[in-house]
């Protein structure tokens, strides 16, 4: 249910999908990744410093989207509710005990602005990459 509203997002933006939509997309995603995530994971996907390792708060640093991190080993259902209702929302969710740092972007950014900004980063991984996270996608899909 918690991922009704991503996946009907997802169609909507398929059925306008074009190799031109595509590219518009990765192209706002990149503009507002710079705008409401590099601060926090890097201008160039880096994520923070000694991001597995927990600061003073207890709270691990912004991980980085590139292939050094994590961010490709979950399905895009799973990032888009991270992203749209916070880390600890979900976390809570799913019953994993861990103090998550990432706020909730869902009063500050639409459904298609989230999926821009996904859209952009899944553009910037290898081919490995991106066909490993779209089989953790296609496995998250409700049958």
Same mark, same amino acid.
């Given at each position: 249910?918690?991922?009704?509203?991503? @996946? $009907?997002?997802?169609?909507?933006?398929a059925?306008?999908?074009?190799? =031109? *939509?595509?590219?518009?997309?990765?192209?706002? =995603?990149?503009?507002?990744?710079? /705008?409401?995530? $590099?601060?926090?994971?890097?201008? %160039?996907? %880096?994520?923070?410093? &000694?991001w597995?390792?927990?600061g003073? &708060?207890?709270?691990?640093?912004?991980?980085? !989207?590139? %292939?050094? =991190?994590?961010? @490709? !080993? !979950? =399905? &895009? +259902?799973?990032?888009?509710?991270y992203?749209?209702?916070?880390g600890? *929302?979900?976390?809570d969710?799913l019953?994993?005990?861990?103090?998550?740092?990432m706020p +909730?972007?869902?009063? #500050? #950014?639409?459904?298609i %602005?989230? /999926? *821009?900004?996904?859209?952009f980063i899944?553009?910037? @991984?290898?081919?490995?990459?991106?066909?490993?996270? +779209?089989a953790?996608? $296609? +496995? /998250?899909?409700? /049958?």
């Amino acid at each position: 249910m918690r991922f009704q509203s991503f @996946w $009907a997002t997802s169609a909507l933006i398929a059925a306008l999908s074009g190799a =031109g *939509a595509f590219a518009a997309d990765t192209r706002l =995603g990149r503009i507002l990744y710079a /705008e409401h995530c $590099a601060a926090c994971h890097g201008a %160039e996907l %880096e994520g923070a410093t &000694d991001w597995q390792s927990p600061g003073p &708060d207890g709270r691990l640093p912004a991980p980085p !989207h590139d %292939e050094t =991190g994590h961010t @490709w !080993h !979950h =399905g &895009d +259902a799973m990032l888009f509710d991270y992203t749209r209702r916070g880390g600890q *929302a979900v976390l809570d969710d799913l019953g994993v005990r861990f103090t998550s740092g990432m706020p +909730a972007f869902g009063d #500050l #950014l639409s459904d298609i %602005e989230i /999926e *821009a900004i996904l859209a952009f980063i899944r553009s910037t @991984w290898p081919d490995r990459m991106r066909d490993y996270q +779209a089989a953790r996608t $296609a +496995a /998250e899909r409700p /049958e």
